[in-house]
């Protein structure tokens, strides 16, 4: 793959709204995941968050430890003007990999998919350690082949619990039983702990 995965892509990309993945609201898995959770003190991070309604949601709703991070600043920007009162040092335009700091929970929406599946160990091997020992990595993951040479990059539950079991107790990895229409049978939704 030759294609250059960096903030210029992927600010090009909304730019010229090419944001296929953006379906405009909370994932239904996923916001019932967060319609589960009580603890509204929870450290959460959302990496490659893009337009974040799962951050927006999760705001909504009180949580006031969400960090969301994005390579793109026209992201970065966009979420800015539209959720104006989120905290702006909960808004990293930045790089997922140089995060240090330690979250309760990982919210993993189209971001695995976006990177390079080189990246992939990288992108385990990281949330393993920006995670407390009794955080979860939690969110949805595509189970299907998709695109070789630009993404979203696809999978399947076999290679996936290759790459993730040396790091992570998988606790829970099955096809979600309430994807949005368009991505029904496609998406796996996990949840784990780091090891």
């Known amino acids: 793959?030759?294609?250059?995965?960096?903030?210029?892509?992927w600010n090009s990309r909304y730019i010229n709204k090419e944001t296929g993945w953006d379906i405009g609201y909370p994932s239904t898995p996923l916001k019932e995941y967060i319609d589960s959770?009580?603890?509204?003190?929870?450290?959460?991070?959302?990496?490659?968050?893009?337009?974040?309604?799962?951050?927006e949601y999760l705001y909504a709703?009180?949580?006031?430890?969400?960090?969301?991070?994005?390579?793109?600043e026209e992201a970065c920007q966009k979420l800015i003007i539209r959720i104006s009162d989120f905290p702006?040092?909960?808004?990293?335009?930045?790089?997922?990999?140089?995060i240090e700091e330690q979250f309760d929970i990982m919210l993993?929406?189209?971001?695995?998919?976006?990177?390079?599946p080189s990246e992939r160990e990288n992108y385990i091997k990281k949330a393993n350690q920006i995670l407390q020992?009794?955080?979860f990595l939690v969110g949805l993951l595509f189970q299907k082949e998709l695109f070789k040479d630009h993404p979203p990059f696809g999978g399947n539950e076999k290679i996936y619990r290759k790459l993730f079991e040396p790091f992570f107790n998988i606790q829970k990895m099955e096809?979600?039983?309430?994807?949005?229409?368009?991505?029904?049978?496609?998406e796996l939704f996990i949840k784990m702990a780091p090891k």
């Open 133 to 135: 020992p009794s955080g």
């Open 37 to 55: 959770l009580t603890d509204r003190n929870l450290k959460i991070l959302i990496p490659g968050a893009g337009n974040a309604y799962e951050a």
């Open 175 to 186: 096809t979600a039983y309430n994807s949005i229409e368009p991505r029904k049978n496609s």
């Open 1 to 9: 793959m030759h294609l250059k995965l960096d903030k210029e892509y």
């Open 108 to 116: 993993e929406q189209t971001f695995f998919c976006a990177i390079a």
């Open 61 to 72: 709703k009180g949580f006031k430890n969400v960090t969301v991070v994005d390579i793109s």
């Open 88 to 98: 702006s040092q909960h808004i990293i335009c930045g790089d997922f990999f140089k």
